[in-house]
Structure formats: C-alpha cells, structure tokens
C-alpha cells in the first residue's frame, strides 16, 4: 500500500522531501494521539492524510485554481474569460452561481482529478482538442479551473458545496468587486481565517474598469492594507475587468507561473499541513516530556515499600530470629521461666507458623483504605512528576496508565510478599548444636550440684561416696557445677549478641528481597505504563514538530 509520504515523494521527486516527510509525521501524530486526544481533532489531520494521498497519486500534473467570490463580483465572467469560452452562466441568467464548473486545460484532461473532488460530468470541459494562441508565459496547460458557488448565496447547499471544494484547491483565488471589497463576510469567514494559506491565495479586484484610472492604483493598495491587518502581507492583489480584458493576462502570468513551477500543490499541502498540526498541537502541546528522575524513581518506591508494610515486617523478622535463637540456645532455666510468660510470639498471632505469609499478616494484618490512599497518593505524584509541562490529555493519559481504575496495588504487594521466599523460619544449625552444648552442661551443672547434695547427706547418714579429688583446691563436683553453670550462661550471652547480628543480616537481606519485589511490581504495574505514554508522546512530539517544520 502506498503510504502518503510515498505519493508525495513521487509527485515532488528528490528523495524524502519535507512535504512527504511532514505527511508521515502528521501521520505518526495523529497514529501517536489517538485513544488520548480528542478524536474530534484529529480527524481532520487523518482526513487531510487521506485525502493528500488521494490527490498527489491522481495527478501531479495539474493544478487545481479555485475562483471564488460574492454574488455579483464578476466571477463567472472572469471565469469565461479565462477558458475562452462562454461556459458560466452570467447576468439575469445565473445571478448566482448555484453548482461548480470545471475546465481542465491539457491533452490528457482531468477526468479522474475531477470525479475525485465530486464534479458532475455534465459540468466539466477539457480545452484539449481547442486552439491556444496565447503567449508562453500566459499559457495555462495543466490548469483546472473551478467556478465555485458563490459564498454569500441564500442557499445552505451552496455554502456547504463551497467549503468542501475550497479544501481541494491548490490555489485560491479571491475575486472581490469594487464596491464590496471590504465586506465583511468574505474577509471573517474565509479570508482572515485562512491566512496561513497566504502562499497559495491570490486576491483579484475584479470590474477595475468601474474605479477610475487614476484611483485604481489607490483602490489596489487599500485591498492589499485590508489583507496586511488580516494576516496576509504578501499575498499577490491583481486588478481585472473580465470584460474588457484589462489585466487578465496579468492573472494568467500568475497563474502560468505558478503551473511551471508545480509548487501550488506542495504549497498548498503544505499549509494544510501546518493548519492540521497548529489544532492538534495547541490541545496536545509540542513540550518536552521530562519523565522520571532516578530521585523520582526512588521516593516512589520508598514510599510504595512503606505503603506495603516492609518496614514492620523487616522488624518483625529481626525479632522473630531474637526469640527463636533465644528458644534454642537459652539456658534451660531461663527456657522454662519464659514459658511462665505469654510468648511475645502468640501475641502477634504466629505461633508456630514463622512463614513469610504468617510474618505479612502479623506486621500488616489488613491493608486500610489510608494505606491504599497513601499508594495511591505516591502514584499520582510520580504520575504528576513524569508528565510535568505536559498538556492535559497527555497528563490525563499518563496519570490513567499509572494507576488504571480497579486495579489494587496493595494486594499486588501483598501477593508478591507472600511469594518471596527469605527462608527466615529454618533455624540455624548453630541453635541447635548450641542447645545440645546447654542441654550437657545442664545436666553437667546437676551431676555436679547433685554430688555435692550427696556428700552432705552421706555425712549425716555416715555412708560414705567415693572421693573425686579437688581441682584448684575446690572440689571436682563444685568445678564441674559452677564451670557448667557459668559455661550455660556465658553461651547465653553470646547467643544473644551472636542472634541478634545474624537477625539483623537477615532482616537486611529479607529488605533486599522484600524490595526488590516491590519494585517489580512498581515496575510492572506503574513505571512501564508511564513509560508506554511516553513513548507514545514521543512518537507524537516528533511527528507534530516535523508537521510543523
């Protein structure tokens, strides 16, 4: 399929040039905007792409000329004057021009050219078979005039078949009477508002044999001051009488001219093209997309970690390495006083259970309607931040992409928790040969105190137990009781010191785990749909800025 770019490539030659490449980037804007801007404004850029495409492949031989005007303005005569022939009605016969009429100038025609912008058979003619003894720089081949409805007619169909024609004009011709050049209904509906189509508008003052021949260069300088205030300073102003013939030739030169060049068409897509992108551009804006800094990036996700209750659990998870450590390698009397107070682990519900899911429920056990508005509060604010200088339907895009109604977060954060393994409830070898160590010097510490109850009792019984002897003066029993009970507490202390630094490592490392898959999350659910609109953006800044180059 032929894009547009390529029929503009081919019908102005020279490899990619501006005008093709401004129809592939209005083309890649409109392609870019949809979904996020209004539709009603980019239809007609994608209508303007169509129908450019149309054209440039149906002809890029001729020149469409479009000659309109008031009621009584001379446009039908000048018309006549123009193809020599006697083809618009004029006078009492047509004091209106009620339908279009076209003549094509060249050997191959129009027909093609013509049935595309909607012109009745009955009402076209071709001057290829008719002799043209103009001069060569008055000659008109490649020309196809239209006489267009006249735009202050009383019928609603009139104006309507005029606007849809206008749009198919390479050049627009203004014929203007003498006595009405200023009105204001042809100046505020179509000239003033079309002044970007400067380029291609030539305005003739028609029926100049009316104005004296010492007022009519006063009389084309007024016309020409009106134009300046309007917008169009450079705008060719020709005077004509169709019928005396004063300054027709003037008017076919202008129009030779510009058929040699072949630039009417580029021109005139050219104009649309900027007309096209000045509306979107002015909803969709042509700024820079800052995106999101890495300071963005990272006070989203501190704030989405918080929101997901990591903090509580990391707590949770170097106090609960605490206990249990203490659990295993505690002295066993001090086991057995803990067991006299409730275990600070039932009090958060676990029990038994030291899972990660058991952890996330304990630290956060429901996720609140604050905690959601806190989430969401960080989205949009990055959303907010990613969108800066933007214009609305992009921020709107932006902020909608980041968090899509009936999309919750938080149980995206909670299930991803819960699927993160930290292997935080397998005890570490070290308690349990720790424990064994207190278990011997346990029953050490009894075998000891147990010989020595023995001996004083042997005493007042007069029986006697064998004699172990005394180490460092002291009696073996009394070393083995108080070296297993100093040895039993000292383990205990440095159980202590040695759970709480390995708590501490885990509670680091579950961090890493726990955030990572936050931001995993972060980076499914929100970054890479901010990301996709700003890839869309970009792809509509670039083409809009080529439109308008």
């Known amino acids: 399929m032929t894009s547009q770019g390529d029929a503009a490539e081919a019908v102005f030659g020279g ?59 001379g446009k039908s005569s000048l018309f006549n004057c123009l193809t020599d022939l006697e083809l618009a009605g004029v006078g009492v016969r047509r004091p209106t021009t ?51 409805p006249d735009h202050d007619s009383t019928e609603v169909s009139h104006h309507l078949e005029m606007d849809r024609l206008i749009t198919y004009a ?88 510009r058929i040699r060049a072949k630039s009417s068409a580029k021109a005139r897509l050219a104009s649309d093209i900027s007309a096209a992108a000045g509306v979107i551009a002015q909803v969709g804006g042509t700024s820079d997309a800052p995106g999101l800094t890495p300071t963005d990036r990272q006070a989203l996700d501190e704030a ?34 803990r067991r006299l107070r409730k275990d600070p682990l039932e009090e958060l519900g676990l029990g038994s259970d030291l899972s990660i899911s058991s952890l996330a429920r304990a630290a956060v056990p429901e996720a609140g309607h604050v905690q959601r508005a806190k989430a969401e509060l960080a989205i949009r604010d990055a959303a907010d931040k990613a969108a800066v200088g933007l214009e609305r339907p992009w921020r709107d895009s932006i902020r909608d992409a980041s968090n899509p109604a009936g999309d919750d977060i938080i149980d995206a954060f909670d299930h991803a928790i819960r699927q993160t393994s930290l292997g935080v409830a397998r005890p570490a070898a070290w308690w349990r040969v720790a424990q064994v160590v207190q278990i011997l010097l346990f029953i050490a510490m009894i075998a000891g105190f147990g010989w020595l109850a023995a001996q004083g009792v042997s005493e007042l ?52 785990e726990l955030r990572d898959a936050i931001d995993g999350v972060t980076a499914e659910r929100v970054i890479a749909p901010i990301q996709v609109e700003l890839d869309s953006y970009a792809s509509y800044r670039a083409g809009i800025l080529t439109a308008l180059a």
């Open 98 to 148: 009620s339908w279009a009429l076209a003549c094509a100038w060249g050997p191959d025609g129009a027909q093609g050219l013509l049935e595309w912008m909607g012109i009745p058979a009955r009402h076209q003619v071709s001057r290829m078979s008719m002799l043209d003894h103009s001069a060569d720089d008055t000659k008109l081949d490649g020309l196809v005039l239209l006489d267009l």
């Open 461 to 512: 019984a007069s029986f006697e137990l064998p004699d172990l002897g005394e180490a460092a003066g002291f009696p073996v029993a009394a070393v083995v009781a108080g070296g297993s009970l100093l040895a039993g507490l000292a383990i205990s202390v440095l159980s202590r010191i040695a759970a709480r630094i390995t708590g501490r490592r885990k509670a680091r490392h579950a961090d890493r």
């Open 304 to 337: 989405l970690v918080g929101c997901a209750g990591v903090p509580p659990i990391v707590d949770a998870i170097a106090s609960s390495n605490r206990r249990r450590a203490a659990q295993f390698t505690d002295w066993p009397v001090a086991q057995w006083l």
């Open 170 to 257: 390479d050049v627009l011709v203004w014929v203007l009477d003498p006595q009405k050049y200023a009105d204001a209904a042809i100046h505020d509906r179509y000239i003033r508002p079309m002044a970007a189509y400067a380029d291609v508008t030539v305005v003739v003052l028609n029926q100049i044999d009316r104005i004296p021949f010492e007022q009519r260069e006063r009389a084309l300088a007024d016309v020409k001051r009106i134009l300046a205030e309007e917008g169009l300073p450079d705008v060719t102003v020709i005077g004509v009488s169709a019928t005396r013939g004063d300054g027709v030739d003037d008017l076919k030169r202008e129009m030779a001219l």
């Open 15 to 73: 490899g990619r040039n501006d005008v093709a490449a401004r129809i592939d980037g209005l083309t890649e804007a409109v392609n870019a905007g949809r979904g996020r801007i209004d539709d009603e404004i980019l239809a007609p850029a994608e209508m303007l792409s169509g129908r450019a495409a149309e054209r440039l492949k149906l002809s890029g031989d001729h020149t469409i000329v479009a000659l309109a005007g008031a009621t009584g303005s």
